[in-house]
């Protein structure tokens, strides 16, 4: 242990000044939109593991503002998105959402489209008594009593209910094999998809759950293999992990038909996996073949942002037409009245399909099923539960 | 039968990839006796650059090649400077401290400069793989196995039979008694941390087309290729191999086995229990002696 | 570096000490921390900045741990997010699941994390360095997956939600005003005990065991035993903090406890400055707040983050708290303690009659097929200077390190004034009456010269009356007794080399020993200190210590020995008074083969 030097002293003098510095440019900087705006706080991950899918989920959101303003915006003034990073964790999220919800002229929110990171928020979104536009899709979360949750995507009861019908009614096939991930997105995506198969009287023949972000697949393949199923339900949450596992099971040759929840149609699994997805059936919430809005959607999204693009920016664009729309109609920003305005919301065409909200706050109640055809996405049919 | 070797096959390319992240471990541990924390990061980097010049820039692959580990070199004699060499006389702790925000800086660095997307990288070599009595052998892990083995041949070579390996190597055994004898010690840690930066930049390379290129496959390999090291006996580049090996192994097996949720646990309850019961072997009376 | 200062303001001036006014720091703290805790109460802000100020006082107790296992034990640990995760999800499910009470809850958790860190710990604790870290690594990781996949138990991925906070003796904290006050309320009593531990007993014995394990074992310390304490209360610290961070955020999920967090705390801890709770405060204050200021940076806010801390590790590498006393301790001048000499009573041990102090029967100590040493015997006698010789390599510090217990014999018996004590492990050794210093010097360098010295007088077996005052007072006098005293405030790696081996002297008298072993105390000295040494040890002796010596230096070892053993290749050659010793021609030979070397060493 040697002893701080003489000309070290000065350095850490101006390391310290440097470090202060910075913060007194971090407060002065904090602080600057116009006060007439309506604002939306926006919680999406710009960084961390999600963060190309927080990317697209601010174009998403922010191609709606720009059409709700150009369309003369709500009640005559214009919106504005204020956004923060959830860096893709809990505290992140709470974090994110404290400092969004502590600015009093914030009346609406978008909130995250991680189950994980809508439950972490749940509590303080209920404290604050604002509408909240979420985009997780585990059921319990609009239906454990919180009146402030509304979601722009069909939740997962009904994503297992369409993969179970389409595998069993549409391709026929009995014998499932269920691979999820073990957060919560998976495993309950899992559960929903072992019950909704129940219903057709049928037991997996192997349920097996993985840890996210794992470098190889082969003993989860090699399962798949020994057990003779005939069909493949998964619910994959990273798209690496999607992509490993597809080429894995390609080369270890499992020919099964595989029926995916979202991950497995949106445009960075594609990328990824190439080849490896060619065959494949995917359920999607946003499909660009799957309404003529969609397909205006698509057309000007890759005109901009020179991406293809996916339900993660679809249901961010959906999110701030709803709640534009719901605050025109109830001529308020105030919450109770805008939660009103959102329940009352009829017919109206998204990007992700019809809305037609419940009393819990769920807007959407069925799946598009498409197909992966080379590389392209191809629109198979909606199926819809509703009630 | 064949489940079985299917299994050793992907254990041992899985834990060929721990072992080419845990050589650059071993290197930089044995000059300076510190555990850099952004070796993982230097994977992430290495496939980066390997994207850009190849990917985007269209550059042919060996010129590719060339240039992403020149600026590897370039960047391992950078990294030296500002996070290792200012803080080398200090204790280990804030050494590595220094480097766990080298890899903080490094992988947002790079979401700033190229964004979150994950990219792919597409195999050196364009075969589609073997198939031997129902082993698939994949052709990239084929390609990581011979570049771990290659690289160990080299590594001994150069070290045992060459004048500046043995530098090196006197170097990373007492700095004090190697700069008596003349030998320019920082020169030597410089040399170690550009070595190490190519074999991390390399090992991104080769596992790019497996695990994609993506902001976070530096964390995802650097945790199993310390335990490697550790298993492997920090500090011993065969070790290191042989550590990342079964490493591989020994949670591909698990993973088929016993259960694939808890597969990063066998790892480390093997080394727990490795540790737990014989310390001594792979300590000895070492610390005693030194009274 | 150590606070000194801190210490010498809380002396009782019972020394004839003359105390400047000093100004009351620690009222300046208190009413700072009461102000703090009644701000949030009465006048709450907003939720925002009170989310931060939760989240970073709740952390920070888990950082202070790290400030007792590796700031003052100087143990690596990098599972504190797991004991944090221990601690926050049996108050979640202590009070979802079983139903208990908020505080029985709490109290489980940090009872939970205790018992799983000295589990972790005592099994372990023997390894160090890298081998700690990837242990406690693997623990992390271990729980992190099974807080995901037993979900019948930790509710999985989905995370344990609707954790209520408490109402305690009426006391509502539901608020988020009162809950941050509550969280404060224990950050700064977690911070103070801490603050305190440092000057107890058991926390002088951690920093003895992080500056020097060896040295902390000789002088008596069980180095095993504090270890483990330290562990367990760092885990319990996570614990605490873990709770608290359940109640106040209602949800918990496993990724908030993952790897990364337990990085996270530990670069806190460092940042801050790892030897003091008031850099645990600092560091976690910083690295919550910091990557919150940079937020406007947007996408490379967090690139920012982490080449400030690459900035501060280079310009504070004893972080920042670390950086700011050392100014302080540099504008201030030494404190001096006390004026002029202190009395000491030395050679206190009772007289056994026994003609022999030390008896050594046939030791042999092998490494592998190596025999450094083969059946040596030797008997010192009580009240004299006995010397132990030879050429290099002959044995002599290997018999001393199995005097002192540092090794174990391969076979031969000890017998310390009669008592078996072969095998016996350093610190009960010190406790049975020996007491040794090292030919490579081996002080507490983080220390004071005083509290080097006190550390020598708490060895086991040994009754100071006074408590913490009377040890102090032994060991000034001990300084006294080798001409020390007045620097006795000084950081002991201020003195020179020479006065270096004199406080590791006045360490091992300040233990009282039966036996002093002192191992080439003269290698290094010039020829005054030679002189001042032999008076030294002529003293010593004169107070009826007897002394096992090694030394190279003959001139020395005629001057005082009243008899020598001579080794040579792990074997007794000679043995005898020093007249006969140095004639003996097995001697001479072994001595002439050696010139050159000596003349080297």
């Known amino acids: 242990m040697r002893r701080i030097g003489n000309a070290p002293k000065f350095r850490s003098m101006l390391a310290m000044a440097g470090v202060l510095s910075l913060s007194v440019l971090a407060v002065a900087a904090a602080g600057a939109a116009r006060a007439d705006d309506i604002k939306i706080g926006m919680i999406t991950p710009i960084t961390g593991p999600a963060a190309e899918a927080g990317r697209y989920a601010q174009w998403g959101a922010g191609m709606a503002v720009d059409e709700v303003n150009a369309a003369g915006g709500v009640m005559g003034r214009k919106i504005t998105l204020v956004i923060e990073d959830d860096q893709t964790t809990n505290p992140g999220a709470v974090t994110a959402f404290s400092k969004l919800s502590s600015q009093p002229d914030i009346p609406v929110f978008i909130g995250s489209i991680r189950s994980t990171q809508v439950h972490a928020t749940e509590n303080d979104v209920l404290k604050i008594g604002k509408p909240m536009f979420i985009g997780g899709t585990d059921p319990t979360l609009t239906q454990a009593g919180n009146p402030w949750f509304f979601r722009a995507r069909p939740n997962d009861s009904y994503s297992a209910k369409v993969i179970a019908d389409f595998g069993v009614n549409t391709l026929k096939l009995k014998k499932w094999a269920v691979i999820n991930s073990t957060d919560a997105f998976g495993t309950n995506g899992s559960k929903a998809l072992i019950d909704a198969l129940k219903a057709f009287e049928i037991e997996p023949v192997l349920v097996q759950g993985y840890a996210n972000q794992a470098p190889d697949f082969t003993p989860v393949v090699l399962a798949v293999r020994q057990s003779n199923a005939d069909v493949i339900g998964s619910y994959f949450t990273f798209e690496q992990d999607l992509g ?33 997805l060619f065959g494949t059936y995917g359920i999607a919430d946003f499909t660009s073949d799957s309404s003529p809005e969609a397909k205006a959607f698509a057309t000007k999204y890759l005109a901009l942002h020179k991406v293809e693009a996916d339900n993660q920016s679809s249901w961010t664009y959906d999110a701030v037409k709803l709640l534009a729309r719901a605050m025109e109609d109830a001529k308020s920003t105030d919450p109770e009245p805008v939660r009103k305005a959102i329940l009352a919301i009829h017919d109206y065409k998204g990007l992700e399909g019809t809305y037609n909200f419940d009393s819990k706050g769920d807007g959407l109640h069925g799946y598009n099923v498409v197909k992966n055809e080379n590389g392209k996405i191809v629109f198979t049919k909606h199926v819809d539960f509703p009630g | 039968m064949t489940i079985v070797f299917q299994l050793l096959f992907t254990g041992l390319g899985v834990g060929a990839i721990y072992a080419l992240v845990a050589l650059g471990f071993v290197l930089i541990y044995r000059a300076t006796n510190v555990v850099n924390f952004a070796q993982g990061e230097f994977a992430m980097l290495g496939a980066f650059l390997m994207v850009i010049f190849f990917g985007d820039l269209g550059l042919p692959y060996g010129l590719g090649l060339v240039i992403s580990l020149i600026v590897m070199a370039i960047f391992g004699a950078g990294f030296n400077l500002v996070v290792y060499y200012p ?185 727990f229990a490795f540790l737990l019961v014989r310390p001594q072997g792979i300590f000895g009376e070492r610390v005693a002696q030194k009274a | ?149 037993w979900i019948s138990l930790t509710r999985g991925p989905d995370g344990v939600s609707g954790i209520p906070r408490p109402s305690i003796l009426g006391l509502d904290f539901k608020s988020n005003g009162d809950y941050l006050a509550l969280c404060l309320v224990v950050l700064y009593a977690t911070g103070y005990l801490v603050w305190r531990l440092k000057r107890t007993r058991l926390g002088r014995g951690m920093l003895a065991v992080r500056d020097n394990e060896l040295a902390a074992g000789v002088v008596g310390i069980d180095t095993y035993r504090t270890k483990v304490i330290a562990f367990a209360l760092s885990s319990a610290l996570g614990g605490i903090g873990g709770g608290l961070f359940a109640s106040g955020y209602a949800y918990i999920s496993p990724d908030q406890f993952s790897f990364g967090e337990s990085v996270v705390v530990l670069t806190m801890a460092l940042l801050g400055g790892v030897q003091s709770p008031f850099g645990a405060v600092l560091g976690t204050g910083l690295l919550i707040l910091l990557p919150e200021w940079l937020r406007f940076l947007k996408l490379i806010y967090l690139a920012v983050y982490g080449a400030a801390v690459i900035l501060i590790m280079v310009f504070m590498p004893e972080g920042i708290w670390g950086a700011l006393t050392e100014r302080v301790r540099r504008m201030r001048p030494p404190p001096r303690i006390v004026e002029g000499d202190v009395p000491f009573e030395l050679g206190g041990t009772p007289d056994t009659g026994r003609m022999a102090m030390l008896e050594v029967t046939n030791l042999c100590k092998y490494f592998g097929g190596l025999k450094a040493l083969d059946g040596i015997s030797m008997a010192v006698e009580r009240g004299t200077v006995h010397a132990l010789i030879g050429p290099n390599g002959s044995g002599k510090t290997t018999t001393l390190n199995l005097l002192s217990g540092i090794y174990r014999p391969t076979a031969g018996e000890i017998r310390l004034d009669g008592k078996q004590v072969a095998g016996l492990p350093p610190h009960l050794l010190a406790g049975a009456g020996l007491g040794r210093t090292f030919q490579n010097i081996r002080l507490f360098t983080s220390m004071t010269v005083l509290e080097n010295v006190e550390i020598g007088g708490q060895r086991p077996n040994l009754v100071i009356p006074g408590g913490d005052a009377g040890l102090r007072h032994r060991a000034l006098g001990a300084l006294s007794f080798v001409g020390l005293v007045d620097r006795a405030g000084l950081p002991v790696q201020s003195l020179s080399y020479g006065h270096q081996r004199l406080v590791e002297i006045a360490r091992a008298l300040a233990g009282n020993p039966a036996l002093l072993l002192l191992d080439e105390p003269a290698a290094g000295l010039n020829l005054t200190e030679k002189q001042e040494l032999v008076e030294l040890l002529r003293r010593i002796k004169a107070h009826g210590l007897t002394i096992l010596l090694i030394d190279h230096d003959m001139n020395l070892v005629e001057q005082i020995a009243d008899r020598i053993t001579v080794l040579n290749f792990g074997r007794r050659i000679a043995d005898g008074t020093p007249q006969e010793v140095l004639r003996h021609p097995d001697v001479i030979a072994a001595y002439l083969g050696e010139v050159t070397d000596d003349a080297a060493a």
Not at chain 3, 18 to 30: E, H, M, T
Not at chain 3, 75 to 102: C, D, E, H, K, V
Request: charged share 10%; with cysteine.
């Open chain 1, 244 to 276: 490993i596992f597809a080429k894995q099971l390609k080369q270890l040759g499992v020919t099964a038909p595989w029926v995916g929840s979202p991950s497995i149609t949106n445009a960075t699994a594609l990328r990824l996996a190439g080849p490896a």
């Open chain 2, 87 to 271: 803080l080398r006389h200090r204790p280990y702790l804030p050494v590595v401290i220094s480097t766990i925000g080298a890899s903080i800086l490094m992988s947002n660095g790079m979401l700033a400069l190229y964004g979150p997307a994950p990219q792919t990288l597409p195999n050196l070599l364009d075969l589609p793989g073997l198939l031997i009595g129902g082993v698939f052998l994949d052709s990239q892990y084929i390609l990581i196995i011979c570049v771990t083995a290659a690289l160990v041949g080299f590594q001994y070579v150069f070290f045992e039979k060459t004048l500046l390996g043995k530098k090196l190597q006197a170097t990373s055994q007492d700095k004090e008694m190697a700069s008596l004898l003349g030998i320019p010690v920082a020169t030597m840690i410089m040399i170690t941390f550009v070595y190490s930066a190519l074999l991390g930049g390399l090992a991104g390379m080769l596992v790019a087309p497996i695990l994609f290129v993506s902001i976070g496959m530096g964390g995802l390999i650097s945790l199993k290729a310390f335990a490697a090291s550790i298993i492997g006996g920090f500090g011993d580049v065969a070790g290191a191999v042989v550590g990342g090996l079964s490493l591989g192994v020994i949670e591909t097996f698990g993973a088929a086995y016993i259960s694939v949720p808890y597969k990063d646990a066998f790892a480390f309850l093997v080394l």
């Open chain 3, 1 to 149: 570096m150590t606070t000194p200062l801190l210490r010498e303001t809380t002396a009782r001036p019972s020394i004839g000490q003359k105390v400047p006014r000093k100004f009351p720091w620690g009222l300046l703290l208190l009413a700072l921390a009461i102000v703090t805790i009644v701000i949030p109460v009465v006048h709450p802000f907003n939720d925002y900045w009170m989310g931060l100020l939760r989240q970073a006082s709740t952390q920070a107790i888990a950082v202070m741990g790290m400030v007792v296992v590796l700031g003052y034990a100087g143990q690596i640990n990098l599972a504190q997010a797991a004991f944090f995760g221990i601690g926050a999800y049996s108050l979640g499910l202590g009070t979802l699941t079983l139903g208990l009470p908020w505080g029985v809850a709490l109290l489980l958790g940090t009872l939970l994390a205790a018992v799983a860190g000295a589990a972790l710990g005592s099994s372990t604790l023997r390894l160090g360095g890298h081998y700690l870290a990837m242990v406690t690594i693997s623990f992390q990781q271990i729980l992190t997956l099974v807080l995901i996949n």
